[in-house]
């Protein structure tokens, strides 16, 4: 074991790395690529059981493989890759140590302890509970909830780890400011923190429950605290995936923020409000009152949207920027057709930015009103949803930073670039069309977590919803087509990542694409030679013309989605309340 | 722009600088736009929608549940649909609905035009009421020692499946019931 404070220099970005950090970051990303691998298998399958012309598995098996899927891909995937990213981003991307190494070690232990049992348990049927594990339901044994709960502490003191981290690095005066990146990241810790403590209030008791101890667990108050966690987690994932955002805009381009201040309050905004917007499960639960409901959704929601929206400008504005100084200032969208189209990072970063602000986001708003959500709640428009804002964004934008992470941290020479070059279109591909068939079947009436909407088996009032409505069909259809190609996509970063891991050649100098040589540099990025003053001087009305125009288009959009929302809802044929 | 670095760097100094041209127009529209969905959904929509989000609750023991919904079934039981009691309640009354894993109790009988309170709640675990009214379905939560107290008034005649949407078990894709809808 190497010594405390062993470092070794970076040839590539100059930046310090500690050899603790390294091999915990190491580790981290594999366990998460490990689960990634299982949830995409399953995910295959549940898909073409869900295609109706298809419906491969047995029911008992379908059910089980939903509880796994959702757990692996929503917790331990996303979990262990961000631990891993909050790792790097307080001690890599500073220059600076970590602080207790054995406390990282012991976080991972917890973390993976916990979920290999949980996953276990869950493939072997012995935890059908589903993601939620809502009680009264419960699983055949509470070595699950204990897994869980393992888990969540070991993820808590990753977290924990961060802060310690980054409160060190700036008492050794190594920091003044934090990078954009870090910053994003401190927020999806301060949101991790708050989801997984809340939890793990909800799921202790519900253990103490299986155990015999406590006579019952209220379900109403078990839902209030688990969506802190179900909920609250996803929007780790948002805050961890717009940091991202930056790092690859910040990579591939040169990209720095228009406006340092209004991304970090923009940031903030998450942080404060976001929270509040995953009671919106709650919006058609009894035992709230109709005023919490509509102050909750219609006043704090939006305030994290506002978040949102600012992202989504500033974020092509500070690529549009570096663009045109490195020369590209012709028309209103030069920038965008010389944009790196071929670089793995830049192609991520455009998919999961289009997929999850066109259809992830604004969905999100849309469902997240209190009346439109009677016709959405707990239909599949619900996963088409989230699969858009995890899937189609957080995971294809982590994929596209491990081109350059795994490299880099690994000292291997990226493998099969060409198949990561392709990667991000086929798999962002698969999702649009997987995406658009799940949230129209939603729309349309088909229900969440169901096996057969055939109601084939039933024994009694057996009724086809398919027969009711045809057009289902054709969208589950879609959904399984999407769904196959989504999984072709995700196989094929597993394939680079893999390969790149174990049998990349050592280097440590691995050539990781065309990035902007200056990213992680502490000084101003003069790329192409054009410099600052091109930029200010050519625009004296507005210095990014072809965001604006791509902001205002997805604004118009946005507004006539959420208007045909409402329209949608008149139609219902009956009153309502 | 005084000290923009990288995203991935640290910036020096003060980094803070008043918002641009472009910034201020697209915060204002952002903005705007917020303002507007709230109003839409706390004003707006309350005004002209037919259509309004409001359940009440309260909480219940699920036997005293159960046995109140065994005894509407008596009361006003009209027949039988493939095993399962067909009740038609009095126009503009109260509608008991069982949920259990994995049958919907009773089948429901009701008159187009007539509003009817509709009292959901579950014997053991948590359901989904999902009301597949083409095009779109209804839907709310069911939870077991809690009433989910929802005003319904249909105004198309016909037959309305009854689905569960929530998870309740390995036969969740069995839990089907009915909607009746006459003149």
């Known amino acids: 074991m190497a010594t405390i404070g062993a470092m ?51 029911p008992q098996r379908f059910y089980e493989f939903v509880s796994t899927h959702g757990m692996v891909m929503l917790i331990f995937w996303i979990l262990f890759f961000e631990v891993a990213g909050l790792i790097f981003a307080s001690t890599v991307l500073l220059s600076a140590r970590m602080v207790i190494p054995w406390l990282g070690w012991l976080a991972y232990w917890l973390m993976l302890g916990g979920s290999v049992v949980a996953t276990l348990l869950m493939l072997s049927g012995r935890a059908t509970v589903m993601f939620t594990s809502y009680p009264p339901l419960r699983a055949e044994t ?11 502490v070991g993820a808590i003191l990753a977290v924990v780890h961060f802060f310690l981290n980054i409160v060190a690095a700036r008492l050794r005066g190594e920091v003044e400011s934090l990078p954009l990146f870090t910053f994003a990241l401190m927020g999806a810790a301060i949101i991790a923190l708050w989801s997984l403590v809340s939890g793990a209030l909800a799921l202790f008791p519900v253990w103490l429950w299986t155990l015999g101890v406590i006579p019952e667990v209220d379900p109403g108050i078990y839902r209030l605290l688990y969506w802190g966690l179900g909920h609250g987690a996803q929007q780790v994932n948002l805050a961890a995936m717009v940091g991202v955002w930056y790092g690859l805009a910040s990579l591939t381009t040169g990209a720095r923020p228009l406006n340092e201040g209004l991304s970090r309050i923009a940031i903030v905004l998450y942080v404060l409000f976001i929270n509040m917007g995953a009671m919106h499960h709650l919006l058609v639960d009894p035992g709230l ?71 992830g986001g604004i969905s999100g708003v849309i469902i997240g009103g209190p009346q439109v959500n009677m016709i959405s709640h707990n239909t599949l428009l619900v996963p088409a949803h989230f699969h858009m804002t995890v899937v189609a964004g957080t995971t294809t934008a982590f994929m596209g930073i491990a081109y350059y992470l795994v490299p880099l941290i690994f000292q291997r020479q990226l493998l099969f670039r060409r198949l990561a070059q392709w990667q991000p279109y086929v798999y962002g591909f698969g999702m649009l069309i997987f995406g658009i068939g799940m949230g129209l079947a939603g729309h349309w009436g088909v229900p969440r977590r169901h096996w057969d909407i055939t109601f084939s088996t039933a024994p009694a009032l057996g009724m086809n919803l398919i027969d009711l409505r045809p057009e289902i069909a054709v969208f589950l259809a879609m ?51 054009s410099g600052e003053a091109a930029a200010s001087g050519e625009h004296s009305r507005f210095e990014v013309p072809g965001t604006l125009v791509i902001s205002v288009a997805f604004l118009i959009l946005f507004i006539f989605l959420y208007g045909f929302s409402w329209f949608e809802l008149s139609r219902v044929p009956w009153k309502i309340g | 722009m005084a000290s923009r670095v990288s995203t991935l760097a640290k910036p020096r100094g003060v980094w803070w600088e008043g918002l641009g041209r472009d910034e201020r127009l697209w915060v204002w529209l952002t903005v705007i736009w917020g303002v507007a969905m709230f109003l839409m959904i706390a004003f707006v929509w309350p005004l002209i929608g037919q259509e309004q989000n409001r359940l009440s609750s309260y909480r219940v023991d699920p036997a005293t549940f159960a046995s109140q919904a065994e005894a509407f079934m008596k009361q006003y039981r009209v027949g039988e649909l493939d095993g399962v009691p067909v009740v038609a309640p009095p126009a503009g009354g109260d509608v008991y609905l069982d949920a259990r894993a994995f049958a919907w109790q009773p089948v429901i009988r ?3 035009g007539e509003t009817y ?66 003149e």
């Open chain 1, 8 to 58: 070794r220099r970076c040839e590539v970005t100059g930046l310090s790395v500690d050899r603790h950090a390294e091999r915990l970051i190491m580790l981290n990303a594999v366990t998460a690529v490990v689960y990634l691998t299982i949830g995409g298998i399953l995910a295959l399958l549940i898909a073409l059981t869900r295609w109706q012309a298809v419906h491969l598995l047995a």
């Open chain 1, 142 to 152: 509470h070595w699950y909830y204990a897994a869980v709960l393992v888990f969540a």
């Open chain 1, 289 to 359: 009152g109709t005023w919490v409901k509509n102050v909750n959704a219609s006043y704090f929601m939006y305030a994290a949207v506002m978040g949102s929206l600012i992202h989504a400008f500033s974020i092509p504005a500070s690529m549009e920027l570096a663009l045109r100084e490195r020369g590209y200032r012709r028309g209103l969208f030069e920038w965008l057709r010389r944009a790196p189209w071929g670089e793995p990072g830049f192609a991520a970063l455009v998919v999961s930015m289009i997929l999850f602000g066109l259809l």
């Open chain 1, 479 to 529: 959904m399984g087509i999407g769904g196959i190609i989504a999984v072709v996509g995700g196989a094929m970063f597993v394939l680079v990542a893999v390969a790149t891991v174990f049998v990349g050649q050592r280097t440590p100098r691995p050539v990781v694409g065309r990035i902007v040589p200056e990213a992680f540099s502490p000084y101003p990025v003069i790329a192409g030679g």
């Open chain 2, 110 to 112: 009701l008159k187009r």
């Open chain 2, 117 to 182: 309170r509709f009292l959901i709640s579950s014997r053991d675990v948590q359901h989904g009421f999902s009301l597949v009214m083409p095009p779109h379905s209804i839907n709310v939560q069911v939870l077991p020692g809690y009433v989910t107290v929802l005003r319904l008034t249909p105004e198309e005649t016909g037959e309305f499946p009854l689905i569960c949407n929530e998870y309740c078990g390995l036969g969740h894709h069995l839990m089907i019931g009915r909607v009746i809808v006459t």
